[in-house]
């Protein structure tokens, strides 16, 4: 028997309000994404968004340095469940419970792929662009040397 994937078996929305919100939420630019590309600019470095390392694999980085073999990922803290920030909605709870494991676990699988490609990957919290701007850019730069 085969299993439906976890978007065909998403819970329906609990109201016309939460239907549009969950509608809306598309895979966009997000704030942590434009502070440290702005910060990375602003410092001089050159890199590519919306670019596949590997042509084979369904992977877009954030940032990514094609000439050093650097790829950037600045995971939000709700959908790769951060240690720090996430809560798991009380709605559908074992839906969204198990929706945010197999974000866990596609980010892993992904970073191994990446690095057995011979690609450095370097990972930030969303709360780490927002808060750390300066470390970001430091571990950046250090990744690219």
């Not at 790829?71 to 709870?93: A, E, R």
Request: glycine content about 4%; some cysteine; aromatic content about 8%.
């Amino acid at each position: 028997m085969t299993q439906l994937s976890i978007r065909s078996r998403a819970p329906v929305a609990s109201s016309a309000l939460v239907r549009r919100v969950m509608r809306a939420n598309v895979g966009a630019t997000t704030r942590p994404e434009m502070l440290l590309r702005g910060a990375l600019q602003k410092a001089g470095l050159r890199f590519r968004k919306n670019f596949r390392p590997l042509a084979a694999m369904r992977c877009e980085p954030d940032i990514v340095f094609p000439r050093q073999r650097v790829c950037v990922f600045i995971d939000g803290c709700y959908w790769h469940g951060c240690p720090l920030h996430f809560k798991c909605p009380k709605t559908n709870s074992d839906w969204w419970q198990e929706k945010i494991s197999a974000n866990i676990e596609r980010d892993l699988r992904q970073t191994r792929l990446l690095r057995e490609s011979g690609w450095n990957v370097v990972r930030f919290w969303e709360h780490d662009v927002q808060e750390n701007i300066e470390v970001c850019l430091r571990v950046v730069r250090r990744a690219i040397k």
